[in-house]
């Protein structure tokens, strides 16, 4: 899996935490997941999140291709969250349009065997206590 990521982004995802059964997703609403600058927040399980390459594809956007270059900013995001809403926000737009352009990669490097096991998940700070 992590091969076939760096390829599809080129460049390394290891700095990528992903963070399964988070407290933080749940203040985001109906969210499956959350970005931060190298952080994916999970309401469920890494498991579920790696064998959903859309999603998959769409969160590691928001974080290699807007938080890491610092073009996404939780600023940034809620401006245009109120300007044009959830769906239309450029943020969103953009990663979902990534994720569906790359999907058919993805799927092609992981049949191809050539691909790693997925990144090792974080658990949440609910989980430590």
């Known amino acids: 899996m992590r091969a076939a ?5 080129a460049t390394r995802i290891d700095h990528v ?3 399964e059964h988070s ?3 749940r203040l985001h609403g109906r969210a499956i997941a959350t970005t931060r ?11 579920e999140f790696y064998t959903n390459p859309p999603l998959l594809l769409h969160e590691y956007c928001h974080v290699i291709h807007q938080w890491q270059p ?8 809620l401006a245009e969250w109120l300007r044009r809403g959830y769906w239309n ?6 990663a979902r349009a990534f994720a569906q352009a790359h999907a058919a990669a993805l799927h092609t490097r992981l049949k191809g065997g050539g691909a790693s096991a997925a990144p090792a998940p974080q658990p949440s700070s609910a989980s430590r206590r």
């Open 23 to 25: 407290w933080f997703v």
């Open 89 to 94: 926000n450029r943020y969103e737009v953009e």
């Open 5 to 9: 990521l760096e390829a599809i982004f």
């Open 70 to 77: 610092g073009t996404l900013t939780v600023a940034r995001y």
């Open 37 to 47: 600058r190298g952080r994916i927040y999970l309401r469920g399980s890494a498991q």
């Open 17 to 19: 935490r992903v963070i």
